[in-house]
């Protein structure tokens, strides 16, 4: 295999060679404590988006209020799930 297609870990730094499947945009070697780093930066990514802001507000509002209200509000987020589940399913 040619040296070009190695990539340096953002993390460790070390040389390293991406998945095929996915090396236009793979940054970090597959090292737990890179892959831990990578977690960590995408996660902070998703949360500095401007959407994501407030993030699980539904669920602290919903914890303010009686238990019934935190049963249904449970309940409907699993009917949720569970018909994109289906929808997964069935296309």
Same mark, same amino acid.
């Given at each position: 295999?040619?040296?070009?297609?190695?990539?340096?870990?953002?993390?460790?730094?070390?040389?390293? #060679?991406?998945? !095929?499947? %996915?090396?236009?945009?793979?940054?970090?070697?597959?090292? /737990? *404590?890179? &892959?831990?780093? +990578?977690?960590?930066?995408?996660?902070?990514?998703? #949360?500095?988006? !401007?959407? %994501?802001?407030?993030?699980?507000?539904?669920?602290?509002? /919903? *914890?303010? &209020?009686?238990? +019934?209200?935190?049963?249904?509000?449970?309940?409907?987020?699993?009917?949720?799930?569970?018909?994109?589940?289906?929808?997964?399913?069935?296309?």
């Amino acid at each position: 295999m040619a040296g070009g297609n190695r990539r340096k870990c953002k993390c460790c730094l070390k040389l390293f #060679r991406p998945d !095929p499947r %996915n090396r236009h945009h793979q940054r970090y070697c597959s090292e /737990a *404590a890179c &892959r831990a780093a +990578s977690k960590a930066a995408s996660q902070a990514r998703w #949360r500095a988006a !401007p959407e %994501n802001q407030g993030g699980g507000s539904i669920m602290r509002s /919903a *914890a303010s &209020r009686p238990p +019934s209200y935190r049963v249904r509000l449970l309940r409907l987020v699993q009917q949720v799930a569970l018909s994109r589940e289906i929808s997964n399913i069935f296309g």
